[in-house]
């Protein structure tokens, strides 16, 4: 038993507190608390939120979907570039998601020449791949600085409700490479169907074979269909897609030939914004035929995180900074949405005929 | 009855290894929700290790109810009492809850729970918006709570080092 005179002075609370401070200190600015971040995902979908009026409950960006189910059939020639089991069973069905752009669910289809396909396949052997992609050849910026800096430049100034040109002329002085993005906003075709729309996934991945062998691919969704161009009706019509897709699987299902880049040396393998030629070599892995749509109100697709670092075994990320902050970003937006989803603040329609599809 | 004067050494090594294992596992999880370049590396370390967390603090509590263990001192006051046993029971129900809460929280999410070489964790909850939009929230919380109690025991532990000078710290910190 310790006698009073040989217990230690009370100020030796002192380094005990001050190690209790340090520690804190510590967590907190791990936790991005104070200090370092310049950009957290919780940044970008602050500014997504801002982009226009969110609707809770819904996504923060591509908030407008239509989800889908059908088949992922690979090709004999997937099997050779991963041991991936989604490119060696014969046929898996899978659920997926079309979206447009904006953080409105109720934009008009033709108002963006940006679409979004995401899919999910579940194989036998209990693993999954996430997959979004989009209708852009490339991506808007190599880095997801460049693309917060390029969203909150094309935020409306409180002064005059329109965008301040020298944030815009600052953007494109930083980051050059999304001038030739908005080049391509600008005259993108616009198809008069998703089902003829081409989704490329522009980040690379890593493909790797039953030998071990690697290489760095991108994939794109090639429709069947041919283009054909939005039609002057079709542009009035703020659902003209997905009441194209009801009638078109009526007649039988749409089908994608997925293929993949593979990347040759010193193309860009971690800048997005920047297309690999088109002479590269292809490989078709897949295709994925779709056979049935349903409004996202109540359909499978809504719940869903399509976040594109959900890998299986044989397909790994590259080191593409976007790719990596889709998925950090993509992860903010879905906890947000199903808290407020969970706290019943929905605004999703109850009945169908509220269509944000 | 009879009870020791240290801890045994599953005790120890378990409290060591896993009070390692536990920050480590907060300081991840806090920084990878607000990275936007190691989220995927630091979230496919997370998964195993709390799993493993999990493992260990059932052996844990096995060893701590069906062991016997050292005594308080007789002259500790009776509130510094209270505080130890319920921060304890709090450090144990945590070192529980949160795997539990991580696990159960992803399978209402609709994830995949990957541990290593393409082995998957079965879902423990049906996918849910409604339940994966309170465990989320609820796992963050409950993690800045397990902070701070360990940074109460940590605390207690070195008052009990430094300024009490009693056998307190020495019942973890040494054998018999």
């Known amino acids: 038993m310790p006698t009073p005179t040989s217990r230690g002075s009370l100020l030796l609370l002192l380094p005990i507190a001050l190690i209790l401070a340090i520690a804190a200190a510590l967590f907190a600015w791990v936790g991005g608390w104070f200090g370092h971040h310049d950009l957290t995902p919780q940044k970008m979908m602050d500014t997504a939120e801002a982009s226009g009026k969110q609707q809770p409950g819904f996504r923060r960006a ?3 979907g239509i989800c889908f189910a059908g088949t992922f ?10 041991t991936a089991r989604a490119f060696s069973q014969s046929s898996i069905p899978v659920i997926g998601r079309f979206s447009a752009s904006s953080n409105n669910p109720y934009t008009p289809d033709g108002a963006s020449p940006v679409r979004g396909m995401a899919v999910q396949i579940k194989t036998d052997d209990g693993q999954e791949w996430r997959i979004a992609m989009n209708s852009f050849p490339f991506f808007a910026a190599s880095t997801p600085q460049g693309f917060q800096q ?3 430049a094309g935020m409306p100034d409180p002064a005059n409700g329109k965008p301040d040109p020298n944030k815009m002329k600052a953007l494109l002085a930083a980051h050059p490479e999304i001038a030739a993005f908005q080049a391509w906003a600008k005259t993108a075709p616009r198809s008069d169907s998703l089902g003829n729309t081409r989704f490329n996934g522009v980040n690379a991945f890593r493909l790797t074979d039953a030998q071990g062998a690697e290489r760095m691919v991108r994939w794109s969704m090639r429709p069947r269909l041919p283009f054909a161009a939005m039609t002057a009706d079709q542009a009035k019509d703020e659902n003209f897609l997905s009441q194209d897709l009801n009638s078109r699987l009526a007649a039988g299902p749409l089908v994608w030939d997925m293929v993949v880049q593979i990347a040759a040396p010193g193309d ?10 088109d002479t590269r070599q292809e490989a078709i892995l897949a295709t994925l035929s779709l056979t049935h749509v349903e409004a996202q109100a109540d359909g499978p697709c809504r719940d869903l995180n399509f976040d594109p670092l959900i890998l299986p075994t044989g397909i790994a990320a590259s080191d593409d900074p976007v790719l990596h902050a889709r998925s950090a970003a993509y992860s903010v937006s879905f906890n947000r949405r199903e808290r407020e989803i969970s706290q019943g603040k929905s605004a999703y329609p109850t009945s169908q005929n509220g269509s944000a599809r | 009855m009879n009870r020791p004067r240290h801890f045994n050494l599953l005790a120890r090594l378990l409290h060591w290894s896993m009070a390692l294992a536990i920050l480590a596992m907060l300081f991840v999880g806090a920084g990878m929700v607000v990275s936007l370049r190691h989220r995927d590396a630091l979230l496919a370390l997370h998964r195993p290790l709390g799993i493993a967390i999990l493992l260990l603090a059932i052996v844990r509590l096995i060893n701590r109810l069906t062991r016997p263990t050292p005594a308080l001192p007789a002259d ?11 921060s ?3 450090l144990y129900g945590l070192m529980l809850a949160m ?4 696990w159960a929280m992803l399978s209402a999410g609709g994830y995949p729970i990957p541990m290593f070489g393409g082995v998957h964790l079965p879902a423990i909850l049906p996918h849910s918006p409604e339940v994966y939009g309170w465990l989320r929230p609820l796992h963050g919380a409950l993690a800045y709570l397990l902070f701070l109690t360990i940074l109460g025991h940590l605390g207690a532990a070195l008052y009990h080092a430094w300024v009490r000078r009693d056998e307190v710290f020495g019942q973890m910190a040494k054998g018999d």
């Open chain 1, 62 to 64: 591509h908030s407008k």
């Open chain 1, 73 to 82: 059939s690979p090709t004999a020639e997937a099997a050779k570039l991963s």
């Open chain 1, 150 to 152: 390029m969203n909150e």
């Open chain 1, 268 to 277: 860009p393998i971690t800048d997005p914004s920047k297309a690999w030629p």
């Open chain 2, 76 to 86: 500790l006051p009776p509130i510094q009492k209270a505080a130890a046993h319920a």
């Open chain 2, 88 to 90: 304890h029971w709090l």
């Open chain 2, 99 to 102: 795997p539990l809460i991580g």
